[in-house]
Structures are given as C-alpha cells and as structure tokens.
C-alpha cells in the first residue's frame, strides 16, 4: 500500500473505533443523564486540526499542476465529506474523481477539506484566509459544510427544552448567516468563481445508526411512539441544511445550489422517494444501510461495492445533475 492508502486505511480504524465508542457509551447512559458521544467524537477529530491550517493549505496548492487544455480547476472544501469522497477513501480512491473521469470529464480537483470542521470554522480565521486563498486558484468551489454544527449544536439544544422544529429553525437561521459569509468571502477572493452545494443526503440507516438520530432530535420520538413518524419529524429537520443552500443561493448570482436528496433510496428501490423534476426523499425512512453503514460513521456514504457503494452513488448523482453541465461532459 502507498502511504496515502495506509493513512486511510488507519483513518477508517479509527473511525469504526469511534463508533464502537457510541455503541458503548450510549448503552451505558441512563435515562436520565445525556451522553453527548456525538459531541465527543467530534472533539476529538477537531483534536487532530492541522496545527496551522494556513499553512497546510498552502502545502497543498503549491503540489498544484499547471492547467491544461482549458481544465476546469475545481476545489473541495469542508468537513469530513469532502475527505471521504474527494480527498481519497479506505480504498485509495477519491470517489469524485472517479466519477468525472468515468465520464471524460476535463477538470482538475483539490480538496482542503478537514474533518470535523464546522460553517463557523470556515467564515473567520486562518480557515477563512486559506479557503479566500485557494478560491483564487479555483473555477468552481465546492463546499460541504453543516453537518458537524447539526452534531454539535442540535444534542444541547433538546435539554433546553425546545421543540425539535424551534432546535432545527436555530440552526437553519444561524446556517444562513455563517454560510453567507463563507460563500461571500469565496467571491470577494475570486469573483469569476461559481460556489456550488448541497444539504447532504439522507443518511442513517446503518446497523445502530438510530443512537445517532435519537441523540440529535430526541424530541422526534418522545413526541411520536412511531419509528415512522419520528424518523419524519428528524427528517424535517434535516431538510433545513438543503433549504440554507437554497436562501443562500437565493440572492447570490454566483452559487449554485443542487441537490443530491434521495440518491441512494431510489438506488435500494424506495418507491417513495424520487429524483425526478420532483425530488424528495421517503420522509419516514433513513439512508438506506448498506449505503450508509456503521463503519463510516452512519454519516458518510460507504465506500465498499464499486459503483454501487454508497460513495460512488452520491456521486453520480452529483455528476448528473450538476458537473454534466458545468464540465459539459
């Protein structure tokens, strides 16, 4: 194996360790206490930031080939998404990457992602000064950013008291204000540049993945006896980091927002959810498992199975309804 694919591989050790760290804990919590090992692992990942992520972004731009033959010159930036898709998986392989070329797309990609990164992270600071950096060098600026601040915010919110829509509008309103920044600054930086995103899609399914959701929302079921019925209310939620995109891009002639919602239920044959002219996701279920397992987290894709791992079909899905046209490919 290359360096590269051992890092990976140690870095999937280490997040099916995480997991199991889950499993445990929340087995062990009681009723009556909150055990808040979402926001552990996420601090424990925010452990690992590059010391200056200034720095290493340069790093990275300065192994940067000169463009060829009019490639579009694409960068990543975010969390743990973007690292697991695009900046090179258990397998050695950068599932984006993959996909363009699969369709002789003409295009050069580098990923600045860092895992467990937050929208807050990205709009001030070093992060900010890197991402403003990079956008110079870039066509178009993929960001994939908000999950974490779901992770992290949403668990503290429920012991407040409020009602998982009051928890969810928090998030959305305070999304719209960090991810404007973001996308504001990539324009400032470079203003020929398109900002392209999306809300995820729905994930979860994964053997044990529920601790997760019930831990994010559990106001969806101490309301509703029903898993249907909670996993609808969690999943309303959820929709709220695709509808910031949709505000963002609202009002902003330079970002794009796509959506990749119900890829991978319609890939398991859900006849409830649609990709088509009217694309939504079957509200009361998951991410299928197989597509997002327990081994990634229960919110990443999996990247096991080819093309028809959980990776490589978010990405297709991307590809169709985006890069086809962008990269006309």
């Known amino acids: 194996l290359s360096s590269v694919q051992c890092r990976c591989c140690l870095d999937k050790i280490l ?6 760290m889950i499993l ?11 055990s808040k090992t979402i926001q552990g692992i996420i601090k424990a990942k925010r452990a690992k930031f590059p010391e200056s992520p200034l720095n290493a972004t340069q790093q990275v731009l300065a192994s940067i080939p000169k463009a060829q033959d009019g490639a579009k010159r694409i960068l990543i930036v975010g969390d743990s998404w973007g690292t697991v898709v695009s900046g090179g998986s258990a397998l050695g392989i950068s599932f984006f990457d993959q996909t363009l070329k699969e369709h002789d797309c003409n295009f050069h990609a580098t990923s600045i992602a860092i895992p467990g990164t937050m929208a807050t992270d990205w709009d001030s600071g070093q992060m900010r000064e890197a991402l403003m950096l990079a956008a110079t060098l870039h066509d178009v600026v993929w960001i994939i950013l908000m999950g974490n601040d779901a992770l992290d915010q949403m668990p503290d919110c429920a012991d407040t008291g409020k009602s998982a829509s009051a928890c969810g509008e928090k998030l959305y309103k305070q999304m719209l204000v960090h991810m404007g920044s973001i996308v504001d600054s990539v324009h ?5 540049a398109r900002v392209v995103g999306f809300g995820y899609d729905t994930m979860f399914g994964g053997l044990g993945c529920s601790l997760i959701t019930h831990e994010l929302f559990p106001q969806c079921w101490k309301l509703f006896h029903s898993e249907a019925d909670g996993n609808r209310c969690f999943n309303e939620q959820f929709l709220r980091i695709q509808n910031v995109w949709e505000t963002v891009a609202a009002n902003r002639s ?11 239920q319609v890939a398991a044959g859900d006849s409830k959810a649609s990709t088509g002219a009217d694309r939504h996701i079957d509200m009361e279920k ?3 498992g197989k597509y997002w397992p327990d081994y990634e987290g229960c919110f990443h894709p999996g990247v096991f199975g080819g ?4 990776a490589s079909i978010v990405m297709e899905e991307f590809y169709r309804v985006y890069w086809s046209g962008v990269l006309g490919c």
Do not use: C, F, R, Y
């Open 24 to 34: 445990v804990l929340a087995l062990m919590a009681t009723a009556t206490e909150t």
């Open 254 to 264: 330079w970002v794009d927002a796509t959506s990749i919602l119900g890829a991978t």
């Open 307 to 310: 093309n028809q791992s959980g």
């Open 15 to 20: 997040v099916m360790k995480e997991l199991h």
């Open 286 to 288: 998951m991410g299928p």
């Open 188 to 192: 400032a930086a470079n203003p020929t």
